[in-house]
């Protein structure tokens, strides 16, 4: 039997932003995660933002993000993340899996990801979107998400110090409780942050090779 972990640790099942969003409204710190959310015309789940200031250069937080072979020592729940292709040096196709609660099916995802901000390295934006594609079909026994869209954007604070914001709203595909969803939605945000600073003193130094790559290169 599966352990019960919240289903919206489907990290990057999300839906894009909506006209008619209303204003972000404050839940406090959790875990040293700023939790924002709002409601958005049209859906009955909100979309939550978490941000947090990061002890690490923006380079090295965004080689990490960059990074699909550790996505799941740091993504809670995470079970497969691996690139399917490198469109350039700043667009790839990529997929993510993230066990769900017992007794409902694990859930899958194929998406687009692009980077903005390399070389400048002042505000890096790490935008994905959900991709439907015949050649990356559902796996038997995973849903596939149905839509999805999100960000990480990084804000260097100084040499050291880094402003992260990841932004979702999760739409999970398949049967799931709205009480469930809305009540777990929140933790997104707040472990996904969490799990990144947790991460970064491990792979401390293992980037060099990427970030000289972007240190003085042109921003795509």
């Not at 002890?55 to 497969?80: H, M, N, S, T, Y």
């Amino acid at each position: 039997m599966k352990k019960r972990v919240p289903w919206c640790a489907i990290v990057l099942g999300c839906l894009p932003v909506a006209a008619g969003a209303a204003q972000w409204e404050r839940h406090g710190t959790e875990d040293g995660v700023l939790l924002e959310s709002r409601q958005v015309e049209g859906s009955s789940l909100p979309e939550f933002r978490g941000s947090a200031t990061l002890a690490a250069p923006i380079l090295e937080i965004a080689a990490v993000i960059d990074d699909l072979d550790r996505f799941c020592q740091w993504q809670k729940r995470c079970v497969g993340a691996r690139q399917l292709q490198r469109t350039s040096d700043t667009e790839r196709i990529f997929y993510t899996r993230t066990e769900a609660p017992w007794p409902l099916q694990d859930r899958d995802t194929v998406l687009r990801g692009k980077v903005s901000g390399l070389g400048d390295n002042l505000d890096v934006v790490v935008r994905f979107d959900h991709l439907h594609d015949p050649r990356f079909p559902p796996y038997p026994g995973v849903v596939r998400m149905p839509t999805g869209s999100g960000h990480f954007r990084m804000t260097r604070v100084d040499d050291d110090h880094t402003r992260v914001e990841y932004q979702v709203r999760a739409d999970p595909g398949g049967w799931v409780p709205a009480w469930a969803a809305r009540l777990s939605a929140r933790q997104v945000p707040r472990d996904t942050l969490a799990g990144l600073r947790r991460h970064l003193p491990a792979v401390r130094g293992r980037y060099a090779e990427f970030i000289e790559k972007w240190r003085t290169k042109p921003s795509p």
